[in-house]
């Protein structure tokens, strides 16, 4: 549902942004609101709670859930990866010698929401080994798209800043080692580093994920996760507001896109041209490459009760990058200049690896036994 919502949001910016309120749009969001701007609130203010909440899903994945050992790592890391680097290099190529090689990192992410609405639409038809499998692949590469947004994105670093939010890092994770799970002390505490992280040059998001590291979890081994922890109470709260609130606001402030007077000419731009290709190319033939070699040198194995056709079309679905892509995009490009071509690479690559994957799966077959 959060993917079907996300979706809507896209589509009404679209709209409105090439409707009779298209200044009232770029207006309202370029509109001060104390010391940001309305957008500059929604992407670094309301943003960091979509990381805090990312955060909780890695560290829950990896201490207690499926990535808790290292051969379930295996399989989604690879792809993950793959799933990265190649991306990356499809964009290098369309914009060697155009001075634009900032933005290499835009089509590397994939947007579990909208790939998941994607398979939600398709029902029974995918089976629920490959709806883990795609979970799995984006929350590894959400760890990724954070280390690359904090060593690449970041500029003029006030190292008192950095030193302040590192002191109030360590007392988070005092009061993890003391074993106090009382939600407010981190939040508090979590709100005064969001302000130094944002005031340090490095991205105000990355606080969310810092946050998130320190929430306590209890772990036992061979028990099922412990819905009374202080993780995954904050998880459980988080996750309504974030999906069905933060995530739709940001796609709709960020996905609207003048179209009018588009040319064939604007969308093979090396901008749009790299991210595109990145996206619906790069994507699926580094997830699929990667895992196909994983499972061919004995890594790991193919995920339960899917035919290659089915895993090909989820690697499809990974080119599905538009929450991550674009706000990647607004780092890379804060400059009005490659704001519109920024989207249109995300728009249609997404589209496309959505539209291309779920017809690949509607056509594939599923494993048999014999197979």
């Given amino acids: 549902m959060g993917g079907l919502i996300l979706m809507a949001a896209a589509a009404l910016a679209l709209v409105v942004a090439n409707g009779p309120f298209a200044e009232t749009y770029a207006h309202g969001l370029h509109a001060a609101l104390g010391p940001m701007s309305v957008q500059h609130w929604i992407n670094d203010g309301l943003m960091a ?24 790592r295996i399989l989604p890391g690879c792809a993950a990866l793959g799933g990265m680097a190649v991306p990356a290099a499809f964009y290098a ?21 909208f790939a998941l609405g994607v398979l939600a639409l398709l029902g029974s038809r995918v089976p629920v080994s490959l709806k883990i499998f795609l979970s799995a692949v984006a929350i590894v590469d959400d760890l990724g798209a954070v280390v690359v947004i904090a060593l690449f994105y970041s500029s003029g670093l006030d190292l008192t800043m950095l030193g302040l939010a590192a002191l109030v890092v360590a007392a988070l994770y005092g009061l993890n080692r003391a074993g106090i799970g009382w939600l407010p002390a981190y939040g508090l505490l979590g709100l005064v580093l969001w302000v130094l992280v944002l005031r340090s040059g490095i991205h105000a998001t990355i606080a969310g994920v810092l946050l998130a590291l320190t929430i306590p979890i209890r772990v036992s081994p061979g ?37 009018s007077g588009l040319t064939p000419e604007a969308l093979l731009q090396p901008v749009t041209l790299g991210i595109a ?48 892509s674009l706000f990647i995009g607004g780092l890379a490009f804060p400059d009005p200049e490659h704001e519109t071509a920024v989207k249109l690479g995300v728009l249609a690559g997404s589209v496309l690896s959505g539209l291309a994957g779920a017809a690949i799966l ?10």
């Fill in 362 to 371: 509607l056509l594939a077959k599923p494993r048999t036994a014999t197979r």
């Fill in 223 to 259: 028990r099922p996760e412990d819905a009374l922890s202080p993780l995954h109470r904050l998880e459980h709260a988080l996750a309504p507001w974030i999906t069905y609130l933060v995530v739709p606001v940001f796609g709709f402030a960020n996905a609207g896109v003048d179209l």
């Fill in 277 to 324: 290709a990145g996206l619906f190319l790069g994507k699926q033939a580094g997830v699929f490459a990667s895992l196909r070699l994983a499972v061919a040198l004995g890594w790991a194995k193919r995920p339960a009760g899917a035919g290659w056709g089915q895993v090909y079309g989820v690697a499809v679905l990974c080119g599905i990058g538009f929450t991550m």
């Fill in 93 to 113: 190529l369309a914009n060697l010698g155009a001075g634009t090689l900032r933005g290499w990192a835009i089509p590397a992410a994939t947007d579990i929401a």
């Fill in 49 to 72: 709670g979509f990381f805090l909440l990312v955060g909780l899903e890695i560290k829950r994945e990896a201490l207690d859930g499926r990535l808790r050992t290292w051969p379930d």
